[in-house]
């Protein structure tokens, strides 16, 4: 048992992955704070303004996100008058879109981002950051790019 448990916490992938997950969120959320915003909010603005018209079903499968996650970041971004639900005949698919305000906050929340990106990178060095987006593209979806 003893060897299965070292080649677990000395290999294990996910670990690793849920740690640099963390501490790279982390600077993200911190630099994005001021604006009362965190990076997976800025996430779903950002994928939101690129869709237009936001699809819930389509916004979970750009994401990889489960509907209960998207709802709940969704709320606030609502409350904050940064997305609006647009009306349509079928009530329990609430496309969203993005208003002035969320433009807006998109705008400025550059600066923040770029020091998060910065900061990443610093810790991931360039070659990191490039097999990070090599692994990635194997996720994407066709039509919008993340």
């Known amino acids: 048992m003893t060897t299965n448990v070292e080649t677990i916490s000395k290999t294990c992938i996910a670990v690793r992955l849920r740690l640099l997950n963390r501490v790279v969120t982390n600077l993200y959320d911190d630099a994005l704070r001021p604006l009362g915003l965190k990076v ?20 979970c499968d750009l994401l990889h996100l489960d509907t209960s996650t998207l709802s709940r970041n969704i709320k606030p971004l609502q409350a904050n008058g940064w997305l609006e639900v647009v009306p349509e005949e079928d009530a329990r698919a609430q496309p969203f879109r993005l208003t002035a305000q969320g433009k807006q906050l998109i705008e400025k929340a550059v600066p923040a981002w770029e020091e998060a990106q910065r900061q990443a990178t610093e810790l991931l060095g360039r070659d990191g950051v490039a097999q990070l987006a090599k692994a990635a593209k194997k996720l994407r979806k066709p039509g919008v790019e993340i």
């Open 40 to 59: 997976s909010q800025l996430n779903i603005l950002v994928v939101t303004a690129r869709l237009g018209l936001a699809r819930p079903a389509k916004v």
